[in-house]
T-cell receptor, first 115, second 114 residues
Framework: EAQVTQNPRYLITVTGKKLTVTCSQNMNHEYMSWYRQDPGLGLRQIYYSMNVEVTDKGDVPEGYKVSRKEKRNFPLILESPSPNQTSLYFC??????????????FGPGTRLTVT | KNQVEQSPQSLIILEGKNCTLQCNYTVSPFSNLRWYKQDTGRGPVSLTIMTFSENTKSNGRYTATLDADTKQSSLHITASQLSDSASYICVVSAYGGGGNKLTFGTGTQLKVEL
């Protein structure tokens, strides 16, 4: 089954403790993105990647890092999480750039709480 | 500043009834517009994608329209079902250097009741 998977689905952590949210897709897509979703704000793009070793900042990249060492994986790293990073995070992949007329497939989401 | 505004913010309808959700945007230069359905606790799922030259697109009981002149789109749901209860998000893409830029609306929360 074609899908985007994320782990963990739920995470509660403390301020400053480094964490990684994994994302994997099995559709051989070149383009992958990370978004956060907050009430009243809609989805906002954090980072995106156009291919292996090619990443770029989205609208809200501060406090986040990403890497793309393999085509299928695109982990999101929070080196020193803070409470304002408490949010619902989505990974997505597509055959073309997310803004183009291509289907974008979203993962199930990771709900992160930073205390 | 690129913006996408959706209305109403929330809507309750009876099963079997039709409804129309609205999306107004000030995104430029326009590339495409898409509607997503997001069930509670799940990731968004694409319903339709429309480019500049398309003014109507259907996906089963969902029909999206686009008026690029007035920068408005609507999503019409026919013969609603309980499973249509979800948030519907309008997303508009603008051409930009290094790749298109997506602007997300905040969604319309639809509840279908018996």
């Amino acid at each position: 089954e074609a899908q985007v998977t994320q782990n963990p689905r739920y995470l509660i952590t403390v301020t400053g403790k480094k964490l990684t949210v994994t994302c994997s897709q099995n559709m051989n897509h070149e383009y992958m993105s990370w978004y956060r979703q907050d009430p009243g704000l809609g989805l906002r793009q954090i980072y995106y990647s156009m291919n292996v070793e090619v990443t770029d900042k989205g609208d809200v990249p501060e406090g986040y890092k990403v890497s793309r060492k393999e085509k299928r994986n695109f982990p999101l790293i929070l080196e020193s999480p803070s409470p304002n990073q408490t949010s619902l995070y989505f990974c997505a992949s597509s055959t073309g750039l997310a803004g183009g007329p291509y289907e974008q497939y979203f993962g199930p989401g990771t709900r992160l709480t930073v205390t | 500043k690129n913006q996408v505004e959706q209305s109403p913010q929330s809507l309750i309808i009876l099963e079997g009834k039709n409804c129309t959700l609205q999306c107004n945007y000030t995104v430029s230069p326009f590339s495409n517009l898409r509607w997503y359905k997001q069930d509670t606790g799940r990731g968004p799922v694409s319903l339709t994608i429309m480019t500049f030259s398309e003014n109507t697109k259907s996906n089963g009981r969902y029909t999206a329209t686009l008026d690029a002149d007035t920068k408005q789109s609507s999503l019409h749901i026919t013969a609603s079902q309980l499973s249509d209860s979800a948030s519907y998000i309008c997303v508009v893409s603008a051409y930009g250097g290094g790749g298109n830029k997506l602007t997300f609306g905040t969604g319309t929360q639809l509840k279908v009741e018996l």
